[in-house]
């Protein structure tokens, strides 16, 4: 029964796969959506956090992500000290408590190009799946919810908390297959396969997986907004 399930299973992704590329090079022609504003003017202050330290995407990582623009941010809760006048100590310590934001967006997904799903990602960088599984947020300032990924991850004696989705269109996905099932149908009515990955890692302090959980959790309620704003719709 186990191997009928799974050649079942390999047959209906690779039909998802045929279609999906015999899609790209018909209907979904032409199908390219720039941003308006590049993500190096996204807000660097939100409600309650403000940005303490710009992450690096080099040239080599975007080379092997694809994407049309990406932005890797560290972002602290308010009020927070001024860092001019904290030790170094100080600072590591601040830092280490920061919510880790990171937005990559495609403009089209018929070149290769197509989100790298940190489940693949973070595994290939030395990270270990501790805990795996879907969350519901809600979102007050939208008065709706929204569904995301939920993985933590450990490497050595570090744990961290990630959160990540995949959101086309405003609308968001958490698993990986149904995100494929919505682009081939966007590129069939809309002709579009713009799609963005929106990724939140709060690291765990001494053991605490729930309170970094939370803290993530609460970050995400208070950016969210603004990359519903931010992405087209």
């Not at 390999?10 to 790209?24: E, G, H, K, P, S």
């Not at 602290?76 to 920061?98: G, V």
């Not at 190009?113 to 947020?137: A, M, R």
């Not at 989705?165 to 990986?176: I, K, L, M, P, T």
Request: glycine letters at 6%.
């Amino acid at each position: 029964m186990q191997a009928i399930w799974q050649s079942k299973y390999l047959r209906i992704l690779t039909l998802l796969l045929l279609v999906q590329a015999t899609l790209f090079y018909t209907a979904s022609h032409g199908d390219s959506r720039p941003l308006t504003h590049p993500l190096a003017e996204f807000p660097q202050i939100l409600p309650g956090y403000q940005m303490v330290r710009q992450g690096v995407v080099d040239d080599e990582t975007m080379a092997v992500l694809k994407a049309d623009d990406a932005i890797d941010r560290f972002y602290a809760r308010t009020p927070m000290p001024d860092l001019n006048h904290l030790t170094r100590e100080q600072r590591d310590a601040l830092f280490a408590t920061t919510n880790d934001f990171f937005l990559a967006y495609f403009s089209t997904q018929q070149q290769g190009q197509s989100p790298h799903s940190p489940k693949n990602c973070l595994p290939g960088n030395g990270w270990q799946p501790v805990d795996t599984g879907e969350i519901t947020i809600p979102i007050p300032g939208l008065g709706s919810a929204i569904r995301v990924n939920k993985y933590v991850v450990s490497k050595g004696e570090n744990q961290d908390v990630v959160l990540y989705w995949f959101q086309s269109h405003g609308r968001v996905v958490a698993n990986e297959f149904a995100s494929k099932y919505y682009l081939i149908a966007d590129s069939l009515r809309y002709h579009r396969s713009d799609t963005a990955i929106v990724k939140v890692t709060a690291p765990v302090l001494d053991g605490d997986t729930a309170r970094s959980l939370d803290g993530a959790i609460r970050f995400v309620q208070v950016v969210f907004p603004a990359v519903y704003r931010y992405l087209p719709m």
